[in-house]
């Protein structure tokens, strides 16, 4: 079909009239796409407004089928084509979207698909320890392949080059003096003026996909919640959620409030962090102290109610491993009640002090075209004009019960981004007390049964970050054969790139806490 005929098809789907849900990728509509149609259909969905949400590929033995999910306005679709293993080739979707060009590299260096007309040929995940015909993704390679004795370092990267009259480089990472994880940023800058950024991750591929194959649902459930262990809560959520709309299985409704409260604890605890941390990158310690005591007691109380700092693991399939009880709700409600007034404090100290006004406000502006452009989420896109929630917009379970605000801002810069996290963090607050009051009585879990033949399902889930995608297919065992999980950090990291330009080089490390993609999220 031409891009005008896609579009059609595509408009009617967004729209809810055509085809029906797929039992399971609800409440997404799938889209059977020709090879050939592919690029096409991208022109169609970027003429129609769509976003580009996420895509991944599969083994599917005879075949490789390839995915991409797009949204409009709430309403999502997965497209899907099939290719032959020996001629897996697609037009490339990153022409239209500049975000699918890392996902699209990521799927051909782990299943060896080709896309025709991708503007980066670069490798992005694949790394030394597999040969440049092994596709570890694809069902004939061991999940512990077969590396060398010595792996050869992977140090060999086609960085971007630029010349000029007094350009240099300057090259941070992949190891680097703190806690945080690898990852390699290479400026070249004028001076203090920083011209280019670009970065190289995948330093901590762990090959998340592959081990997930064969797994059953718990040890699934488990391992989701090891993608990003700071949002282990919404990855694990969106993953049984996924498995549970593929098995059809009721989840209790006092589970979904349960899941509901530790996802908004786990939001209020990292932007409280990330609030202090931007804080202390700008020399301002008493914000940074201030905020580090309140994130402790917050997780101390989580680790006293939900027996886990984190809540890793408390939320399983079928339903949650830990319930509340009376004692419990009341000590979170007087815990928000005597921390709201210092948020709101810290928050008016932190707005009415000059000096940090003048390091925060304008640095590392993302002008809200390209925040677009990228697909950005969360705290990134929505202080770039970006404001769409999966709470509010796609609303799941108990969120469909509620009324969701949405924090939006306009300038783009690092003063947004750190107002997006006070406004959430105030949000969540008022969400965790309505959870508490309307919590529902019964049980917190049901019992699970497998599959006995092959299904699929679809989890979307608003984690701090923004929006986590999570995919997962059954075999006919009642096993894993495939889970993708979509961190949004795939499509916040590249952000970080655009807003650097023009900024110097010392306020690079306040722009990338801004931001703060999660490595491991990113490196599947």
Excluded at 45 to 60: I, M, N, S
Excluded at 118 to 141: C, I, V
Excluded at 186 to 198: D, H, I, P, W
Excluded at 391 to 411: G, K, N, Q, S, T
């Amino acid at each position: 079909m031409s891009a005008s005929d896609w579009r059609e098809q595509l408009a009617l789907s967004v729209e809810s009239a055509w085809p029906e849900p797929v039992p399971g990728l609800a409440p997404a509509r799938l889209l059977d796409v020709n090879a050939a149609d592919w690029g096409a259909l991208a022109r169609a969905a970027k003429e129609l407004g769509c976003r580009w949400v996420a895509g991944w590929g599969e083994d599917g033995g005879k075949e490789i089928l390839v995915n991409a999910c797009f949204e409009k306005d709430g309403a999502y679709v997965i497209a899907r084509a099939r290719v032959d293993h020996a001629a897996a080739a697609l037009p490339s979707h990153a022409l239209s979207y500049a975000a699918a060009d890392r996902s699209e590299r990521h799927t051909r260096d782990l299943l060896g698909i080709h896309f025709s007309d991708h503007p980066d040929g670069r490798r992005w995940t694949r790394h030394q320890a597999w040969a440049e015909n092994e596709y570890p993704l694809r069902k004939d390679f061991a999940a512990a392949g077969a590396p060398p004795p010595q792996t050869p370092p992977d140090d060999s990267y086609p960085f971007l080059q630029a010349q000029g009259s007094g350009v240099y480089e300057i090259p941070v990472g992949p190891v680097h003096a703190g806690i945080i994880e690898p990852g390699h940023f290479r400026f070249q800058a004028v001076g203090e003026m920083v011209l280019n950024l670009e970065e190289h991750l995948g330093y901590v591929h762990k090959g998340i996909e592959k081990i997930a194959e064969g797994r059953d649902a718990v040890a699934l459930a488990r391992l989701a919640g090891r993608v990003s262990g700071d949002c282990t809560v919404a990855h694990t959520w969106a993953a049984c959620m996924a498995m549970e709309r593929a098995v059809s299985v009721d989840v209790p409704e006092r589970a979904r409030y349960l899941r509901a409260i530790m996802c908004e604890r786990e939001r209020v605890a990292n932007h409280l962090g990330d609030i202090g941390a931007v804080l202390n990158d700008v020399a301002f310690t008493f914000g940074f102290y201030q905020y580090a005591r309140l994130r402790e007691d917050w997780t101390r109380l989580s680790r006293a109610l939900f027996d886990h700092r984190f809540m890793m693991d408390r939320v399983i399939p079928g339903g949650v491993a830990v319930d509340l009880d009376a004692a419990g709700i009341d000590g979170m409600r007087e815990q928000m009640r005597a921390l709201r007034p210092e948020v709101e404090q810290l928050i008016a100290i932190a707005e009415d002090n000059t000096s940090i006004e003048d390091r925060l406000e304008t640095a590392g502006y993302l002008d809200p075209a390209l925040a677009r452009e990228f697909g950005t989420l969360g705290y990134v896109g929505r202080a770039s004009s970006m404001g769409f929630d999966v709470r509010r917009d796609a609303p799941y379970a108990p969120y469909d019960r509620l009324e969701v605000a949405v924090p939006i801002y306009h300038y783009g810069d690092v003063a947004a981004r750190v107002k997006v996290r006070g406004a959430e963090t105030l949000v969540a607050f008022d969400l965790i007390d309505r959870l508490l009051l309307d919590l529902p009585p019964g049980p917190i879990t049901t019992a699970w049964q497998p599959p006995a033949s092959e299904v699929e399902g679809l989890g979307l889930v608003e984690g701090w970050r923004g929006e986590i995608l999570s995919y997962v297919r059954f075999d006919a065992a009642g096993k894993i054969a495939r889970f993708y999980p979509r961190d949004p950090s795939w499509l916040n990291w590249p952000a970080l790139e655009k807003l650097m330009r023009e900024n110097i080089v010392p306020d690079f490390p306040v722009c990338n806490k801004s931001v703060n993609g999660s490595y491991s999220g990113h490196d599947l």
